[in-house]
C-alpha cells in the first residue's frame, strides 16, 4: 500500500500560485498513476488532475486547463500540482492518491489532504 502526505496549501491572494507536494512512502510511487481530487466545503470530492506512472501522459479536468500542472519525480516518490491564477472558488482540500488512469478512480485510501484557501 502507498502512503502519502500532501503539503504546500495554505492561503493566497486571487490570482496567485501555489505548488502541493504529495510524499509517498511504503511502495515506490514510480508503480503507480497519480491523481489529485480537492474537496470544497459542502461538495463532493472532484477530480482535478492525472498522471500516469511515467509522467509521460497527463489529463485535467475542464476548469483546471491551462492554470494547474501536475508533474513527478519518481527519483523523489513525488507528485506535484503546480496551480497558477487561482481563484476563489479553488478553496478546498487538496488530495493525492493512486489512481486507475483510464478512469482516474482511486485505488488506494485518501490520505489527510492540504487546504489551501485562496482570497478575493
Not at 480537492?38 to 477530480?47: I, N, V
Amino acid at each position: 500500500q502507498v502512503h502519502v502526505v500532501e503539503s504546500g496549501g495554505g492561503l493566497v491572494q486571487a490570482g496567485g500560485s501555489l505548488r502541493l507536494s504529495c510524499a509517498a512512502s511504503g511502495r515506490t510511487v514510480g508503480n503507480y498513476d497519480m491523481g489529485w481530487f480537492r474537496q470544497a466545503p459542502g461538495k463532493e470530492r472532484e477530480f482535478v488532475a492525472a498522471i500516469n506512472w511515467s509522467g509521460t501522459n497527463t489529463y485535467y479536468a475542464n476548469t483546471m486547463t491551462g492554470r494547474f500542472t501536475i508533474s513527478r519525480d519518481n527519483a523523489k516518490n513525488t507528485v506535484y500540482l503546480q496551480m497558477n491564477s487561482l481563484k476563489p472558488e479553488d478553496t478546498a482540500v487538496y488530495y493525492c492518491v493512486p489512481i486507475r488512469y483510464r478512469d482516474h478512480l482511486p485505488t488506494e485510501s485518501w490520505g489527510q489532504g492540504t487546504q489551501v484557501t485562496v482570497s478575493s
